[in-house]
């Protein structure tokens, strides 16, 4: 009798543990049993183990062991072992999922009129279907009782998770959620082989306990759920040693165990919204996102997760989706087929996830996202960019922030029309996405669009550098200094230093060899500037500082107040206020009323002075004008 094993009965050792029992129970006198039969071995099962034993895989080594095992039998005249067939190919071992190698095996089957022996259903199937002899060997049971993992023995009642790897004493965290330490569970610097051995446990126990399932078996990681262990086990080459990561919920809660639980369950319950869920790793974002997913179980909602890996401590009422065809999207399109009311979404960390996110949000779909991030508004701004600006609102209008466990912050999140808060121009209103504090109604951060940038601009002042008095400047502050500083740069070639003087107004030094194309023809490329950005701006060289760049002086004083120049007698038109200046033409001079500094140019070709009506420098020069002040002009 011939049988051609193919890989799944070697990777359960079912042939050797068969020959055995045959051979224990004497069948072979009926021609029938395995004891006394030639295993023709395919080389398209030992290629396909040596490809998986290269890759890390447990199942490799599992089945080249038993490989082993049946030359030995072989040795001791049980059975004969032959070696048939070609060695599959590297496209035929990446694509052994999609049945290449098992028809190599079907081939060598067929050629030799040899009985297939399997474990595998399709497998059996095809074999039948081609008129093949099959013999049909259950796969190990499943149900068999799995007491526990060997690992387990580093976990105590206040171990979130273990971290084992060659050449390292046992590691764990331990502590309770927001006080972890990072410590040693162990004295014995772990081996190569003891690694090896608590990988094929976990592996075995996956695979022959039903509360145990794979959820990545790529080369060089493994990552499983066993009971209420995450498990991921790394290999070289993708990680430097071999490694094994155990992870556990210490804490499950339910939403009244919070701060602000009423609130947030009204919140929740009034209609479906999009929420994210944010903080440090370890902070308890997971654990809260199931006391959320349980909640709006119990209230009625038809609940599902998305995760990768599946790991939400969750009731049997919530199922618990992954990727479908390694996308998230798929399992999304598959999800509004179910219609669920609300979709856990663990975690949103890349722009893939925040797409679909989103997608799912604005069909209709209640989501809650868990997203890493070290401050509330940070898990905002990870959309930006992701998803239309003016759709933020809609995707996500609620934030919460974990910290240490508990509800640190929540946002609510909205968007308005109006003038941002800081600017003064009516003409400057705009949809601004308003971040307000859900305890307390107060605003503490506005989004929008300035001078063609996204920009998060905190509300209300900071603390400058901590000493008494020191000067604050808010987040409207900073946003209009880096603007009026990148303007100025982009067309000055040398130093530029901007001081704010009020909401609406600066100050710029620039180089002396700066100042006239800073200014440009007739002050048109300043007031150009000023009307982007609603601020007026006074143009000033660091040489009035005194000192050069980086100088300073009693707020950005010439100096040279009161030292006199040639008094003009300025023109206003309907567009233009014109000073003229005949024999100047050319020279770069200083405009002074009374002695005070207003603002530096350079005169035209014509022989004057334009400065365009409407922007700071010409209000600022007709205010002079209208109060009787003395116009002088002096060269720069």
Do not use: C
């Amino acid at each position: 009798m011939e049988i051609v094993p193919d890989t799944s009965v070697v990777v359960d050792g079912r042939v050797s543990e068969r020959v055995r029992a045959d051979a224990d129970a004497d069948s072979t006198a009926a021609g029938t049993g395995f004891a006394g039969a030639t295993v023709v071995v395919p080389e398209a099962v030992v290629g396909e183990l040596e490809a998986q034993a290269n890759d890390g895989r447990e199942t490799g080594w599992e089945g080249l062991a038993e490989l082993q095992r049946l030359v030995e039998l072989d040795a001791d005249g049980t059975i004969d072992v032959e070696y048939v067939g070609r060695r599959p190919q590297a496209i035929e071992k990446r694509e052994a999922g999609e049945g290449e190698v098992d028809a190599l095996i079907r081939e060598v089957a067929e050629d030799r009129a040899a009985t297939l022996v399997t474990s595998d259903d399709v497998q059996a199937e095809v074999a039948r279907a081609k008129g093949l002899d099959v013999e049909f060997l259950d796969p190990r049971s499943r149900e068999r009782a799995v007491e526990g993992l060997a690992i387990e023995r580093f976990f105590d009642e206040g171990t979130m998770s273990v971290h084992l790897k060659t050449g390292v004493v046992p590691m764990a965290k331990r502590g309770t959620i927001g006080d972890m330490h990072y410590e040693a569970v162990g004295d014995e610097v772990l081996t190569d082989d003891q690694l090896r051995d608590f990988a094929a446990d976990i592996e075995e126990a996956t695979r022959d306990s039903p509360e145990g399932f794979v959820e990545l078996d790529q080369p060089g990681m493994t990552i499983v759920q066993f009971r209420q262990f995450r498990v991921a086990i790394a290999r070289p080459p993708f990680a430097d040693g071999r490694e094994i990561t155990a992870v556990r919920p210490i804490v499950k809660t339910e939403l009244d165990d919070y701060e602000h639980a009423d609130e947030l369950r009204d919140r929740l319950a009034e209609r479906q919204r999009g929420v994210l869920i944010s903080g440090a790793p370890g902070a308890g974002k997971s654990t809260f996102a199931q006391a959320v997913a349980e909640y709006l179980a119990d209230a009625d909602y038809a609940v599902k997760t998305m995760e990768k890996p599946r790991d939400l401590q969750v009731g049997p009422n919530i199922t618990q989706y992954t990727e479908l065809g390694g996308s998230m999207a798929n399992t999304a399109d598959s999800l509004l087929m179910v219609r669920p009311d609300y979709t856990i979404y663990d975690e949103v960390r890349k722009t893939d996830d925040f797409e679909v996110f989103a997608d799912m949000r604005l069909a209709g779909v209640g989501m809650v996202g868990v997203v890493h991030a070290t401050r509330a508004i940070d898990a905002l701004q990870r959309l930006i960019g992701r998803v239309e600006l003016g759709l933020i609102p809609q995707v996500v209008d609620t934030v919460v922030y974990i910290e240490a466990g508990q509800v640190e912050k929540v946002y609510d999140v909205k968007t308005e029309v109006k003038v941002p808060e800081g600017l003064m121009e009516e003409d400057l209103a705009r949809p601004v996405i308003l971040v307000r504090d859900f305890e307390t109604g107060r605003p503490e951060y506005e989004i929008y669009t300035f001078n063609r940038q996204v920009v998060t601009v905190p509300l209300g002042g900071d603390e400058g550098d901590g000493s008494p008095g020191a000067p604050t400047e808010s987040g409207v502050d900073r946003i209009a200094k880096q603007e009026v500083e990148r303007e100025i740069r982009s067309v000055a070639s040398g130093h530029v230093e901007v001081e704010l003087r009020g909401r609406d107004r600066a100050v710029v030094w620039v180089e002396d060899a700066d100042i006239s194309g800073v200014i440009g023809k007739g002050g048109g490329r300043i007031s150009d500037i000023e009307n982007r950005l609603g601020i007026d701006i006074d143009v000033r060289t660091f040489s009035e500082r005194g000192g050069g760049a980086g100088g300073s002086g009693p707020g950005g004083s010439s100096g040279r107040q009161g030292a006199g120049g040639k008094a003009v007698t300025p023109e206003i038109t309907s567009r233009h206020v014109i000073i003229p200046l005949e024999g100047h033409a050319g020279e770069t001079v200083e405009v002074e009323a009374d002695g005070e500094y207003l603002f530096t140019a350079t005169v035209s070709r014509g022989g004057e002075i334009q400065v365009s009506r409407g922007s700071a420098i010409a209000e600022e020069l007709e205010s002079a004008i209208d109060r009787g002040k003395t116009v002088t002009v002096s060269p720069s």
